[in-house]
C-alpha cells in the first residue's frame, strides 16, 4: 500500500499563489508517474499536471504557464506550485501515483485524500 497525503490548499485571491504537497509513504522515485488532478462540483476529474520517472512533464492546456510540478526524491513529496490562480482553479485537487509491475505489465494507481483550493474573483 501507498499512502499519499495532501497538503497546501485554502483559499486564496485571483492572480495569488498557492503551493501544493503531496508525501509519499513509499520512495517515489521508484514510482512511473506522479500527478496531481482536480474535480470541481458537477464535473469530472481531470488531470492538472504529471511527472515521469524520467521527469518529462506533461500540462492540461488551461494551466501551463501557471502551474509547475515538481519533486523532491528525499522527502518523498510531489509539489504543485500554482500561480496567478483563477476562480475556474477552484476544485478539490488530489495526488495520484502510479506504479508499473513489469511482472503483470499493469500499472496500479493509488490517491490521496485531496485538498481544496478555492479563488475567489
Known amino acids: 500500500q501507498v499512502q499519499l497525503v495532501e497538503s497546501g490548499g485554502g483559499l486564496v485571491q485571483a492572480g495569488g499563489s498557492l503551493r501544493l504537497s503531496c508525501a509519499a509513504s513509499?520512495?517515489?522515485?521508484?514510482?512511473?508517474?506522479m500527478g496531481w488532478y482536480r474535480q470541481a462540483p458537477g464535473k469530472q476529474r481531470e488531470l492538472v499536471a504529471a511527472?515521469?520517472?524520467?521527469?518529462?512533464?506533461n500540462y492540461a492546456d488551461s494551466v501551463k504557464g501557471r502551474f509547475t510540478i515538481s519533486r523532491d526524491n528525499v522527502k518523498n513529496t510531489v509539489y504543485l506550485q500554482m500561480n496567478s490562480l483563477k476562480p475556474e482553479d477552484t476544485a478539490v485537487y488530489y495526488c495520484?501515483?502510479?506504479?508499473?509491475?513489469?511482472?503483470?505489465?499493469?500499472?496500479?494507481?493509488?490517491w490521496g485524500q485531496g485538498t481544496q483550493v478555492t479563488v475567489s474573483s
Open positions: 495520484n501515483a502510479k506504479y508499473y509491475n513489469s511482472y503483470n505489465a499493469r500499472s496500479y494507481d493509488y
Open positions: 513509499r520512495s517515489i522515485i521508484s514510482a512511473n508517474a
Open positions: 511527472i515521469t520517472s524520467g521527469d518529462n512533464t
